[in-house]
């Protein structure tokens, strides 16, 4: 406790090496934390508790590996002092995020149920200056999509901090906005969920909901128009545009039709599927090279997301012109992905509002679907993206960014 600093990390280090190299479940790892954690718990959570948390990161491990009392209290010391107390810095707000990433992980909620109330309302307000990289808006993104809150009334002014902020620090290549647009998208569709799905956010004043999630929703057409800008002939048909596409087809999953902020959502994501399509087809006339079963998957979900529905904005003419080459392909492909992407066009084809034009398209290709099957207001989306094929592009998308980009991608 009162050794330098230096030997104090070398002791701690050297326990958390130890208790790395000791089976989870084993009897030895019991043993070492009855015998060796247990009993310098208290002092171990001094060590935590200094003003620049410098020993955080090799010492927090070892309470929580404890779980006693003393892990209860760093993470109460965390919520109400410690993370106030990291000077204002990017790689302050770095480290926060991943000090919560970190706290999420090992469930800290269920020791200390309300450390997240106060540490993403820390977060969101260091998120209001323009220090932040785009990584770090896009993990804070992902950890409010999921983290555990007391009161749920708080995250969507929290989450409209972060989308202010992901405006001022806006990523530049294409596999960094498609990151953003996917970690936003989530985000939207958790605050435009809780309105039906949590009595504690229905208590909130029904304009200021509003005005966190069109904030979220401006986010995302910022998004949609950067990554148009951001377009070629090399990389229309990466991973990265249709994580990009993917993004506003899980935005849009949930809500009314009638919702102008949803309509917003949809509209970006139309404008951003419609400069796709152009950019296919362009690149289709000097070489041939259509679209895989997976992208074909994504583009008819797409096209049922945002152009089926009352009131929803017919399919751009690029976007018909696609849709006749990929059904051509489909209707000949002998594969599950094939028949998946064609029972999405059935469903298209017997909802009681899909547009003339599309239908006529469909049937021209003898796409035909069961009359007032699903319906406009809630069917068809149910089975929007598949998550696997979304999770495996993020996934794809993720890891390229980290190999390429600093260790803050």
């Known amino acids: 406790q009162d050794g330098e600093p230096d030997k104090v990390g070398l002791c701690l280090s050297g326990l958390v090496r130890i208790a790395a190299t000791l089976p989870a479940e084993g009897s030895e790892a019991a043993s070492f934390v009855r015998e060796v954690i247990s009993p310098s718990a208290e002092n171990i959570l001094l060590v935590c508790q200094d003003d620049g948390l410098e020993f955080f990161e090799v010492a927090a491990p070892l309470l929580q590996l404890e779980g006693g009392e003393a892990w209860t209290k760093l993470l109460q010391y965390l919520a109400l002092e410690g993370l106030q107390k990291l000077p204002d810095s990017q790689e302050s707000i770095s480290r926060l995020v991943s000090i919560l990433e970190w706290a999420a992980s090992k469930d800290g909620h269920i020791s200390c149920p309300p450390f997240f109330d106060f540490a993403v309302q820390e977060l969101s307000q260091r998120m209001g200056g ?23 009334d708080l995250l969507p002014a929290s989450a409209a901090a972060i989308a202010k902020t992901s405006l001022m620090v806006q990523p530049t290549d294409l596999p960094e906005v498609a990151l953003s647009l996917s970690a936003m998208a989530g985000l939207y569709l958790r605050i435009a969920s809780l309105g039906t799905s949590t009595a504690d956010v229905q208590k909130h004043k029904a304009n200021e909901s509003n005005d966190d999630t069109a904030v979220l929703a401006g986010s995302l057409e910022v998004l949609s128009q950067t990554a148009q800008g951001l377009l070629g002939p090399t990389n229309s048909q990466s991973d990265a545009a249709f994580l990009a596409l993917s993004a506003f087809a899980q935005a849009c999953r949930h809500g009314n039709d009638s919702d102008p902020v949803r309509r917003r959502v949809v509209l970006s994501g139309v404008q951003l599927l419609d400069a796709l399509c152009q950019a296919w087809t362009t690149a289709w006339n000097e070489k041939p090279e259509l679209l895989s079963l997976q992208q074909a998957h994504i583009f008819v979900t797409c096209v049922r997301t945002f152009c089926i529905g009352k009131g929803a904005p017919a399919p751009p003419p690029s976007t018909l012109q696609v849709l006749d080459v990929v059904l051509q392909s489909i209707t000949a492909a002998n594969h599950k992905d094939a028949r998946l992407c064609l029972a999405v066009l059935q469903e298209i084809h017997g909802d009681p509002i899909c547009p003339p034009l599309l239908k006529s398209l469909l049937e021209a290709q003898g796409v035909k679907g069961e ?8 069917g068809l989306r149910q089975t929007d993206q598949q998550p696997g094929a979304r999770e495996r592009l993020r996934a794809s998308m993720a890891s390229g960014s980290v190999a390429s980009q600093s260790p803050q991608g």
Not at 130 to 152: G, I, N, Q, S, W
């Open 371 to 378: 009359k007032g099957g699903e319906g406009a207001e809630g």
């Open 130 to 152: 323009a220090l932040a990289t785009p990584a770090d808006v896009r993990k804070a993104a992902k950890l409010l999509m999921f983290v555990h809150l007391e009161r749920p």
